[in-house]
């Protein structure tokens, strides 16, 4: 080879190491070089998935409830996964189950609770699970899968469990009520806060006539309008968003809420109990879902591994404490999260009392008397 083309060779050479180096490649401190902790906004450093998805969609969307997701588990998704989350949320599953039905949404994941279930399978709103892509299932506690309105867990998975039952602060209210009949009582007229939510206290208000809160007797089902209609004019505030708020600020004293706004509530204000009453509380449970058409059911089965990690999903003893079904969260928080796991374990409005569960009510789908419960609800809602 003569010099001229011996230079020309090196020159080839040295741009083609030139252009490796600009992309990366080529060189030891290039392929060690580590990718480096993902940190969320708060300084939360993300965990790596344990149940990594090959997933080739940009984005997932969700249609879940209000405050309801720790914001470092939705970032910590993004960041790992390189994937947009888009968030709508609801109040109530009959806002959810009517966007829905109605067709045309693009959502991959929605929260339905239990009795809502049922009625969505039967209309054909919802895809049944690849437990194949579900590593993450073996993480639940077995007391909160297969129920009734999902045998086999062919349609859901477990989010969150609770009750409905009474909150009180005791320092403003003289007589502490124990039972649903209870807050028909003058003496609370006016300080009241309720859950916007039909099936719970038409639910209620049939336990306090004796009734099955799955009724779908017409006749007993009017008396509770009537019943109800009595009690509607007495209540301040008919809130599902954030019931908690008007509790902690002194405007209401007492009514009818969830479990993990009652924790929170008390946790700002000690004086608040949380009381199940003697009729029984109302049971419940919320879920993942897919519907039908989930158009990065991928993402969906990335979001629904990492985010049921133990270590992402005990966020919700810190963010959203209600009662908790994945026994791995639990079983890290114990061990890294004293304070939290503690505080669960020894509250009875978190930790559900054994007698409460078994005194309980759970709300199912109640078919063709459904619309029964509807105008129940519209005709007393409507002379508030």
């Not at 320092?171 to 502490?176: F, K, L, M, R, Y």
């Not at 009724?215 to 004019?233: H, I, R, S, Y």
């Not at 109990?273 to 049971?283: F, M, Q, R």
């Amino acid at each position: 080879m003569n010099k001229s083309n011996m230079f020309k060779l090196l020159a080839l050479l040295v741009i083609a190491g030139m252009a490796m180096s600009a992309c990366g490649g080529g060189g030891a401190a290039a392929t060690q070089a580590p990718a480096g902790p993902k940190v969320t906004s708060t300084g939360f450093e993300c965990p790596e998935p344990e149940f990594p998805v090959e997933v080739t969609s940009t984005e997932l969307n969700l249609f879940v409830w209000t405050e309801y997701i720790p914001p470092d588990m939705q970032e910590c998704f993004e960041l790992v996964y390189g994937i947009k989350v888009n968030r709508d949320e609801y109040s109530a599953n009959e806002e959810m189950y009517a966007k829905l039905s109605a067709g045309g949404s693009s959502y991959d994941l929605v929260q339905p609770t239990d009795y809502i279930v049922s009625l969505m399978i039967r209309q054909d709103l919802l895809q049944e699970l690849d437990h194949a892509q579900l590593p993450a299932i073996k993480n639940f506690d077995s007391n909160y899968m297969d129920f009734a309105f999902d045998p086999g867990n062919k349609y859901t998975l477990p989010y969150q469990a609770g009750t409905d039952a009474i909150v009180v602060n005791t320092e403003a209210v003289a007589n502490i009520p124990q039972s649903w009949a209870d807050l028909w009582k003058p003496e609370y007229a006016g300080k009241m806060v309720f859950l916007d939510d039909s099936r719970a206290v038409i639910g209620a208000t049939l336990l306090t006539l004796g009734y099955d809160v799955n009724t779908k007797d017409p006749a007993q089902l009017e008396e509770a309008k009537n019943k109800l209609a009595e009690l509607v004019p007495n209540i301040k505030l008919f809130d599902s968003d954030s019931p908690k708020t008007a509790l902690i600020a002194g405007d209401v004293d007492l009514g009818l809420t969830w479990t993990g706004e009652a924790f929170l509530a008390q946790l700002e204000r000690p004086s608040i109990e949380y009381v199940y009453p003697t009729e029984g509380a109302i049971i419940w449970q919320d879920n993942w879902a897919m519907p039908k058409d989930a158009p990065h059911a991928d993402a969906a089965y990335a979001w629904l591994n990492y985010t049921n990690q133990g270590n992402i999903f005990w966020m919700m003893l810190r963010d959203f404490p209600f009662t908790n079904p994945n026994k791995a969260a639990l079983d890290y928080a114990k061990d890294n999260q004293t304070e939290l796991y503690d505080a669960y374990i020894a509250s009875p409005i978190t930790n559900t009392p054994v007698e409460a569960i078994n005194n309980a009510h759970r709300i199912d789908d109640v078919g063709d008397a459904l619309p029964l419960y509807d105008q129940i609800w519209t005709e007393v809602k409507g002379g508030q």
